[in-house]
Every structure is written in C-alpha cells, then in structure tokens.
C-alpha cells in the first residue's frame, strides 16, 4: 500500500525532483543518507548514481529485532539506508560514530571501532497493564 497515495510511477517522478534538489544544494564534501523501505530503494539507487553521478559509499542495514509478522513469506526485520556523496572527497568523522570495542586487542582503536554497514536496533517492551518498559535481554543491568 502507498501511504503517499502516488501511483509507482508517479512517486519515482517526485523522488528524482527532491533527490535532485538535494544534490544541488549538496556541499562538494557532502554526503546524502537516503532511508526508504524495499519497494523503492533500489529505484533510488540507481536515481542517484546513474541520473545524478553521485558516488556511492554504503548500503547500510537498519536490522530490528521485532516487527510486522508475516504468514506467507519472510518476517521484515531490516530497512536500507544508502549512503551516498557528491564525490569521492566527502567528509566523514569516523571518530563521531565510533562504537565500544568488543575485545581488547593492541591492535585495536581504543577510541571505538567502525559501526559498520549493519545497524542492530532492539526492540522495547511495553507491559500494557502497568506501564513499565522492559528493556531487550541484552540490554538488562
């Protein structure tokens, strides 16, 4: 369903008009994070790198451990983020988003290592009767 209520065609119309004006104004450093959900994502790519010339950097997975469930076919646990710059000399602070080492090794950063392209979001649990958040497994004190 098309919540935009734009027919395909249509939408992909809109999305080169607002991806194009976010080129234009697009610093010559700048980067372009693009999230969307599977229809359309892959239209966007190639929006961006073959109408636009942009230089494509990541394919960033937004995994998330609970969702919309499904009786014929797969659960949808992901959305896709495509990241992308006006050139090769886009600006980026690795040093911004770094995440807690897993395992000390002299080798290692200790400032952080490198999130990744796969993003793992979980999932909070409301109790409906009193209110009270309980946090994912992996995130209990």
Same mark, same amino acid.
């Given at each position: 369903?098309?919540?935009?209520?734009?027919?395909?065609?249509?939408?992909?119309?809109?999305?080169?008009?607002?991806?194009?004006?976010?080129?234009?104004?697009? #610093? =010559?450093?700048?980067?372009?994070?693009?999230?969307?959900? $599977? @229809?359309?994502?892959?239209?966007? !790519?190639?929006?961006?790198?073959?109408?636009?010339?942009?230089?494509?950097?990541?394919?960033?997975?937004?995994?998330?451990?609970?969702?919309?469930?499904?009786?014929?076919?797969?659960?949808?646990?992901?959305?896709?983020?495509?990241?992308?710059? #006006? =050139?090769?000399?886009?600006?980026?602070?690795?040093?911004? $988003? @770094?995440?807690?080492?897993?395992? !000390?090794?002299?080798?290692?950063?200790?400032?952080?290592?490198?999130?990744?392209?796969?993003?793992?979001?979980?999932?909070?649990?409301?109790?409906?009767?009193?209110?009270?958040?309980?946090?994912?497994?992996?995130?209990?004190?």
């Amino acid at each position: 369903m098309n919540h935009d209520l734009k027919g395909f065609n249509e939408y992909l119309d809109f999305s080169v008009c607002w991806l194009g004006e976010a080129h234009h104004i697009l #610093k =010559s450093t700048g980067t372009l994070y693009v999230f969307m959900g $599977v @229809r359309f994502i892959s239209y966007l !790519y190639d929006i961006l790198e073959r109408k636009l010339g942009m230089y494509f950097n990541s394919w960033i997975t937004w995994h998330y451990t609970q969702g919309i469930g499904k009786t014929k076919g797969f659960s949808p646990r992901h959305d896709d983020i495509l990241m992308f710059a #006006k =050139s090769e000399k886009f600006k980026f602070n690795l040093n911004n $988003v @770094r995440v807690p080492q897993k395992y !000390y090794r002299s080798r290692n950063n200790m400032r952080g290592a490198n999130p990744g392209d796969v993003w793992t979001f979980f999932m909070f649990i409301i109790v409906m009767k009193t209110g009270k958040i309980i946090p994912p497994r992996n995130q209990r004190a």
